[in-house]
């Protein structure tokens, strides 16, 4: 089972309700949402903590913290429309935004590395997304850096009427249940 997961930065009240109402093609307007990034349904939400220690060991700085330690409590509920909802820690956006653009490659490339010593060895044909998606990644925090927040909204098997919007190659999708505490 995956993790259906998005990133979204702006106004916390308008992005928990447009979660909470499935409001999904809010998210790519720019003057209500300064970034959105469908992480799809095949990550495991431990691929972000590689990808935070692969960004850390490229820029030779202690930050970002591991993504599971930079998400925080809502003040309210924690779950809306069948995900889970948290805030991101502005540090770790601030951090990954300032990634400088000559380093996104070595990033991705030690992000490919760390996730291989986790399963063992990725077939060379499904490393390109990776690559793209630590450049994503780093994209978003920089659109959403001056953001009045950032939201992890997630849910583990996604929502029945929510297909999955990005794709990510089966073999390279893990089975396990977050490590982090769920919100029922």
Do not use: Y
């Not at 259906?4 to 720019?30: P, T």
């Not at 590689?50 to 490229?58: H, M, N, P």
């Not at 939201?151 to 297909?163: C, K």
């Amino acid at each position: 089972m995956g993790a259906l997961m998005d990133l979204i930065a702006g106004d916390s009240r308008e992005i928990i309700l447009a979660v909470a109402v499935d409001d999904w093609a809010a998210f790519d307007d720019r003057s209500r949402f300064p970034a959105h990034l469908a992480l799809g349904g095949g990550l495991d939400p431990t691929w972000l903590d590689l990808f935070s220690e692969a960004a850390r060991r490229v820029t030779g700085r202690d930050e970002p913290a591991d993504f599971l330690d930079a998400r925080r409590e809502l003040d309210g509920p924690g779950d809306v429309g069948g995900r889970s909802v948290e805030p991101v820690d502005p540090a770790w956006v601030g951090a990954v935004a300032r990634v400088a653009d000559d380093q996104v490659g070595a990033l991705a490339g030690r992000w490919i590395d760390l996730v291989e010593e986790e399963l063992g060895d990725l077939p060379s044909d499904e490393k390109p997304w990776i690559r793209s998606l630590a450049g994503d990644l780093v994209r978003f925090a920089r659109d959403a850096a001056d953001s009045p927040a950032v939201i992890f909204g997630w849910s583990l098997s996604g929502l029945p009427d929510q297909p999955s919007r990005t794709a990510v190659p089966d073999a390279v999708t893990m089975s396990m249940e977050p490590p982090w505490p769920t919100v029922s």
